[in-house]
């Protein structure tokens, strides 16, 4: 078994009793919470598109005001979750993410709606290289992959979550409710606080002992420079790729000759793959490995999507999608579980949310791209070919990465 620079494993299997299901329950909620939130960001451009009038563009504004703020969040937020730790940077974002959230729900401008979805991007942005860094450095190193993914699946239950209220509440009572909702998780900060317990690697002395500047610099040192290039590649195209693709999904559905509902229909059945998707990598990646997986489901992603954006049959349309929400979710998982082992503890929230932080840049531009180009009369078949061909440069990049399965970390 491999190390890097030492190991903490006897301190992950300590804290094992303590922090194996239930830490992965814990966070798992709160991972849910962000992708109810993303969810329904998605279905929300398409009511408020009808509800406001919005042009093409402006719908890419608030897909990608909100990959703003995660870049920044997840800078932010990575750096100093090495500084004051990983419990209470999840905390804050989570907090922050919520409320922002369900302010946005009373406001009547979009310049209002575009500055509230900025912080609610921080929380989101801040809150998951977070998250997905406790987890794994709370378990062992034979179970992190595997748990890590799982703790990605939670992504999965709350974009059905965000499907089905979208589908129940927005035809009905509109998008305000919708984003009430999405304020609830404020509640569950609390809970967190008292219940669960900071990583076993993070050592307060040792990052007082550290500034932020040295972090970074350490990211680009020479023994880690090749991971970081491969992860800010690889984050840069799975991000610029998903939110450009899944932001415009129900309103993609609509400009095929969906009605909204049928368009929310169709993209609940779609969600529903996802789960699969995080299973079958989270049982994958502790066997053959994160490298893997990671490439063998973005190059499924890459031929779903191309496939989906050329569909001429609501029959291809729907197979092309749930492949598309199989592939593309169970690479995010395996995403999640690579990156923070790239880095020793000193540096692995910089390292991962500097990571994370280049990968919304991409979430800022896929939006835009697509308001952009279908404002522009591109066909949708070409729009999802360019996302094709981003992923398939993802693919080439991980090859160049280093495999990391059971490798114990600092």
Request: charged share 10%; net charge positive; glycine share 10%.
């Amino acid at each position: 078994m491999s190390t890097v620079s030492g190991t903490v494993g006897s301190n992950a299997r300590s804290a094992q009793p303590i922090t194996k299901r239930k830490l992965l329950f814990v966070a798992g909620l709160g991972w849910m919470f962000d992708a109810l939130d993303v969810g329904i960001l998605s279905f929300v451009i398409a009511a408020l598109s009808a509800d406001w009038g919005l042009s093409p563009q402006a719908m890419g504004w608030i897909g990608s005001v909100n990959s703003i703020g995660m870049a920044v969040g997840a800078l932010l937020f990575g750096l100093w979750a090495d500084r004051i730790g990983r419990k209470n940077i999840f905390i804050i974002t989570l907090l922050l993410f919520s409320i922002a959230s369900g302010v946005s729900a009373f406001t009547t401008t979009l310049a209002a709606f575009l500055i509230l979805r900025f912080f609610v991007g921080m929380g989101l942005g801040g809150e998951l290289p977070v998250a997905s860094t406790l987890v794994s450095e709370s378990v062992p190193a034979k179970d992190r992959g595997r748990t890590v993914v799982l703790l990605e699946s939670f992504w999965a239950f709350g974009w059905l979550l965000a499907a089905v209220i979208s589908y129940f509440i927005i035809p009905s009572y509109g998008w305000r409710v919708a984003l009430i909702l999405t304020a609830i998780p404020a509640l569950y900060a609390l809970y967190i606080r008292l219940n669960l317990p900071d990583s076993p690697a993070f050592s307060p002395k040792k990052a007082e002992k550290r500034t932020v500047f040295q972090n970074i610099k350490d990211v680009w040192s020479k023994e880690y420079i090749r991971s970081t290039l491969v992860l800010w590649v690889v984050w840069f195209t799975v991000v610029f790729s998903y939110y450009g693709m899944f932001l415009w999904l129900p309103s993609v559905m609509v400009m095929k000759g969906f009605s909204m509902i049928q368009s929310f229909e169709y993209v609940l059945i779609m969600t529903l793959a996802q789960l699969p998707g995080y299973f079958t990598a989270a049982w994958l990646i502790e066997k053959l490995g994160r490298k893997f997986v990671l490439s063998t489901f973005l190059l499924g992603t890459a031929i779903s999507a191309l496939v989906f954006g050329n569909a001429e049959t609501t029959v291809v349309l729907i197979t092309s999608g749930i492949l598309l929400s199989f592939f593309n979710l169970g690479a995010w998982g395996a995403l999640y579980a690579y990156s923070p082992e790239q880095y020793p503890a000193v540096i692995r929230g910089t390292g991962t949310g500097m990571a994370a932080a280049v990968g919304r840049i991409g979430g800022i531009l896929g939006p835009l791209l697509v308001g952009s180009l279908v404002a522009a009369g591109v066909s949708i078949g070409f729009i999802f070919t360019l996302f094709c061909a981003s992923i398939l440069i993802g693919v080439i990049a991980v090859l160049f990465g280093r495999e990391t399965m059971h490798t114990e970390l600092t």
